[in-house]
């Protein structure tokens, strides 16, 4: 079993920064991948950011430029930041955190999600 737990979400205004932190409760035998995914009041849950355990960075277009995901730390039991600029009340919603990957080499390859974090941008 492996637990994430995001945190760091907050009330803010518009053009203020915050900094979201997924921490993970164990090693993995291996990752695939990491990455944020987020959701709006009322909406689907939808992707944000991602990296690739090799290093490559992806992101939806409406966040280029402002969000920055980073992995700091063990590459087995990662820490995952989502540094947030320029915060637009369309960002409002719940962000998690999720790891694809291998828990140990015995088991095979799923995806895991933390709880979630409220991100709530409103002058």
């Known amino acids: 079993q492996v637990y994430l737990v995001e945190s760091g979400g907050n009330l803010v205004q518009p053009g203020e920064s915050l900094t979201l932190s997924c921490e993970v409760s164990?090693?993995?035998?291996?990752?695939?991948?990491m990455a944020w995914y987020r959701q709006a009041p009322g909406k689907q849950r939808e992707f944000v950011a991602m990296?690739?355990?090799?290093?490559?960075?992806?992101?939806t277009e409406h966040v280029k430029g402002r969000l920055t995901i980073s992995i700091p730390g063990n590459p087995f039991q990662p820490t995952l930041l989502l540094q947030m600029n320029s915060l637009k009340s369309e960002d409002t919603g719940v962000y998690y955190c999720t790891i694809a990957g291998w828990l140990t080499d015995r088991l095979s390859r799923r995806t895991y999600w933390g709880k979630g974090t409220l991100v709530a941008v409103a002058s």
């Open positions: 990296r690739d355990a090799n290093g490559p960075t992806n992101y």
């Open positions: 164990r090693e993995f035998h291996s990752i695939a991948t």
